[in-house]
């Protein structure tokens, strides 16, 4: 996109003939520009300059990936497959040149071509590969894994279109395909030579071999190719770079060949867009299952071309002999989506490989390791027996004989106990028997882990109680954690500036040496430069408000934020409820004491959820109205930014004072945003939910603002709800419900709110807004009182980033490593380097 003002930039020398010169940055950069990518002006359009500087990047990123490869290879290490529908990456560029140290390199490179890494990033469109938290914890595992040089390798789907890109129109969600892949990704390198072929539909029948032995076999199937493209992922200043391999699918030659001899050859070519389907597009539900046919077919594309990928590379290298496959692999599954792995890793090894059921048994369940993501019910992935009879035959017959197993050790561990082997099945009976994707998981791991200390205690005590029973030591917490390199060290520069300034740079590879900044917590001077770095960050944001959303931020008021997908579990209705009492108090003339906010909320709906996009359209009314009010302008604004992502975010998080985390109490599994928040010195203000817990126990009690029914609570409370009577007695909750019933967020649009409204009055909100209503305004105005004094307020912003250390993911990760992995860190040194070329390949293995 060309840019106002911008004049095109002729670099010198490049008419003298070709660069040879390798020696360099800025001479590999021109090299690509100019040979590899055929351009010789910048200035139309930055594009071309970005991928040739992501190219001369990935070819320092490619020598150290190969040696990173060799290495695993070489020393027969034990490594971890992180399989994951998901993988929510952001933007590359930027981290890659904080990891590699090279930011020297690249500004000098780039002055030649009169502009800035700064200006050249936003060239890139973000790998937006996931919905939400779970995806975005599986991108920043992987940076944590290679930073704490760990062999292990993601396992993805290459998404033709990403999450779709948000817009605002009318206050409504709009939707559009993000085509990420448009323009070419250059971080990418195929390896089709390793393609697998995936099997789906067919049937199965037995054969007996020459030993007499049976066996089953699965034929007639209509095998998709899965094509891997491998994304390196740089450590930080290791030199180890890992590999994330997504696949794409691809249809098979054979496929349209022998439609084609049958004279159909345009039937042929048309069935190529069912294999290609399949990794077409990523399904935008987050937290809530789907149940289409095409998503059971992602999941087991991906399960079975990452486990065949890791089964032939033993293969090559051990032969046949299965004998100590477990003892080198473990297989973390995130989430159930690819927990379908446990079965047809047993079918590779018992079909492909003949081992017999207890030995590949053993091994499967030597290997996979699941991590729980969710109690809600709505998000437990179920699929219908005869769904999996259709496109999956064998494997259904595998998950029957593992349930009939299971069964068989439920009925000796609750002998005659019929109820139990109803609920603990595998198969859910009904009209349309259901299997069930987290039992399956369970049974086949060695590992169960939830996410933070208190999802992990309601999984133990609720929805796998009986599991916990019968193997009280697969179960384990791992509390979710976030990359400090981007979520600190690479977005909030300033901030980073004046840390290393005072307790050195250690804290980017230690996370935990960043507690060193409470011996200034109480430092005036430091306090200045504290707020400074907080007054540029959050320029930063008013001009992002000011382009995205037209709406005037200013950086004197507090900056309130909440950004994550909009559910209704996430409560903004609450978060809108407040701003429209504050509003309400403004028009009656009761500002004492109110300081003045800018509230900005951002996130996506999935597609057909309908409250959550009445949700958004509410928000947006109310800012409309808030926004055009000159009463209300000194005291409160209100803004929506439109397609929030990992990028947006990396602006959000710098500068926002209070980070808002209102979830209904047992509700959120851990969230992550909470944590970037932290980590940037935003005070919470939350209920005791997920992480929100372990948030507070760090900084302590007097640092964050506690409201909210307690997780506990909630079953005593629901049983006797009663919103229309807590209304009634609630002055301020009832003007809010006033306000929004007499249609004065929606005076063109009569009854649009009515079923928001009616949520809230329900007596069966699982959400119990109302409930929460008072104690969350309370907790508000303790906000205000804080924020007053400025001095306090900087003091316990320090706090809360000196607070941060263990949320970072490299914590995380070392316990993955130490109590689930067992893995071995890599050592390669600059010498291990020198000996490898830094050229572009298109193999890395
Ligand atoms: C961190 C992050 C999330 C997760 O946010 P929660 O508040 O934990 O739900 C979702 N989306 C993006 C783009 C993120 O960066």
């Not at 003002?5 to 940055?25: A, F, H, N, R």
């Not at 054979?254 to 389907?277: M, P, R, W």
């Not at 996370?511 to 959050?538: M, P, T, V």
Request: net charge negative.
């Amino acid at each position: 996109m060309a840019k106002q003002g911008e004049q095109v930039c002729v670099v010198k020398g490049w008419q003298e003939g070709p660069v040879i010169d390798e020696s360099t940055l800025k001479d590999d950069l021109t090299r690509h520009f100019y040979y590899t990518l055929g351009r010789d002006k910048v200035g139309e359009s930055q594009h071309y300059l970005y991928h040739a500087l992501a190219l001369t990047i990935r070819d320092r990123l490619v020598a150290r990936c190969r040696e990173t490869n060799q290495q695993i290879k070489q020393d027969k290490r034990r490594k971890t497959a992180y399989l994951s529908l998901e993988f929510l990456m952001g933007r590359a560029l930027g981290n890659a040149v904080l990891n590699l140290d090279l930011d020297e390199q690249v500004s000098a490179a780039l002055q030649e071509y009169c502009t800035s890494v700064e200006t050249i990033e936003d060239a890139e469109h973000d790998a937006g590969l996931g919905n939400g938290g779970l995806g975005r914890l599986a991108a920043c595992f992987l940076d944590s894994c290679a930073s704490l040089a760990l062999p292990v390798v993601g396992y993805g789907l290459r998404y033709e279109y990403g999450m779709f890109n948000q817009s605002i129109k009318d206050g409504n969600q709009i939707e559009q395909p993000d085509n990420w892949l448009r323009e070419g990704h250059p971080w990418e390198l195929s390896a089709p030579e390793h393609a697998k072929r995936v099997k789906f539909g067919g049937y199965v029948q037995s054969y007996t071999d020459k030993y007499a032995r049976e066996h089953r076999q699965w034929i007639s199937s209509q095998d998709v190719l899965a094509v891997p493209y491998d994304v390196p992922v740089p450590g930080y200043k290791n030199n180890i770079v890992n590999t994330l391999r997504l696949w794409k699918s691809e249809a098979t030659d054979e496929f349209n060949l022998t439609e084609f001899n049958a004279g159909s050859y345009s039937e042929a070519v048309a069935q190529k867009n069912l294999a290609e389907q399949i990794t077409m597009v990523l399904y935008p539900n987050d937290s809530s299952e789907n149940g289409k046919e095409l998503r059971l077919r992602q999941q087991y594309f991906l399960s079975s071309a990452s486990i065949q990928d890791i089964v032939d590379q033993w293969v090559s290298q051990h032969g046949e002999n299965f004998t100590d496959f477990a003892d080198y692999h473990v297989f973390q599954l995130n989430d159930t989506h690819p927990s379908i792995a446990v079965a047809e890793l047993m079918r590779i090894l018992i079909d492909d490989y003949e081992l017999d059921w207890d030995d590949a048994w053993q091994i499967t369940t030597k290997t996979m390791a699941y991590t729980n993501h969710t109690l809600l019910p709505e998000a437990l992935e179920k699929w219908s027996v005869s769904l999996f009879a259709k496109l999956l035959p064998r494997i259904l017959e595998i998950v029957f004989e593992i349930n009939a197993r299971f069964l068989a050790q439920v009925a000796q561990q609750w002998p005659g106990d019929v109820e139990k082997q109803r609920a603990l099945s595998l198969i859910e009976e009904s009209d349309e028997p259901q299997i069930r994707m987290a039992y399956l998981a369970i049974v086949g791991s060695y590992s169960v882990n939830g996410v933070a200390a208190l999802h992990t205690e309601l999984l133990k005590a609720g929805l796998f109680k009986e599991f916990y029973e019968l193997w009280p030591n697969k179960f384990n917490n791992k509390t979710n954690g976030v990359t400090p390199r981007r979520w600190l060290a690479h977005c909030n520069v300033s901030l980073s500036e004046l840390i290393s300034e005072k307790i050195g740079k250690d804290w980017v590879k230690e996370f935990s040496k960043i507690s060193d900044l409470r011996r200034f917590y109480d430092d005036k001077k430091f306090h200045g430069q504290w707020q400074n770095a907080k007054r540029e960050n959050k320029q930063r944001l008013v001009d992002l408000v000011k382009a995205r959303c037209d709406v005037e931020f200013d950086v004197s008021m507090m900056f309130d934020v909440q950004v994550k997908r909009i559910h209704e579990y996430k409560r903004q209705l609450l978060n809108i409820l407040h701003v429209i009492h504050l509003y309400d108090r403004i028009r009656r003339g009761d500002t004492q004491g109110i300081v003045p906010r800018c509230v900005l909320l951002g996130g996506k709906a999935a597609p057909g959820y309908y409250m959550a996009k009445k949700i958004i359209k509410l928000i947006n009314n109310v800012a409309e109205v808030i926004n055009k009010d000159p009463l209300a302008a000194p005291y409160l604004r209100v803004a929506f930014l439109p397609n929030y992502n990992v990028t947006a975010m990396e602006t959000i998080c710098p500068a926002t004072d209070l980070s808002e985390q209102v979830s209904t109490a047992g509700k959120e599994a851990s969230g992550t945003g909470n944590m970037k928040f932290m980590m940037n010195g935003a005070l919470t203000i939350g209920t005791l939910d997920g992480a929100n817990i372990e948030i507070r126990d760090a900084v302590g009690a007097d640092n964050f603002f506690l409201f909210g029914a307690q997780a506990h609570e909630i079953d005593d409370i629901k049983s006797r709800y009663n919103p229309e009577h807590i209304i009634a007695q609630n002055s301020d909750l009832n003007n809010v419900m006033q306000l929004l019933q007499s249609g004065h967020f929606n005076l063109f649009e009569p009854c649009l709110f009515e079923d928001i409204t009616n949520s809230i009055k329900s007596p069966h909100d699982p959400w119990l807004t109302a409930h929460d209503f008072e104690s969350y305004v309370a907790a508000q105005k303790e906000v205000d009182k804080a924020y007053a004094d400025q001095t306090y307020w900087t003091q316990m912003s320090i706090l809360n980033t000196a607070a941060s250390g263990m949320f970072s993911s490299d914590r995380t990760i070392s316990q993955y490593s130490e109590d689930i992995w067992h893995l071995e860190p890599l050592n390669i040194s600059e010498t291990d380097l020198t000996t490898t070329t830094s050229h572009a390949t298109n193999s890395l293995d």
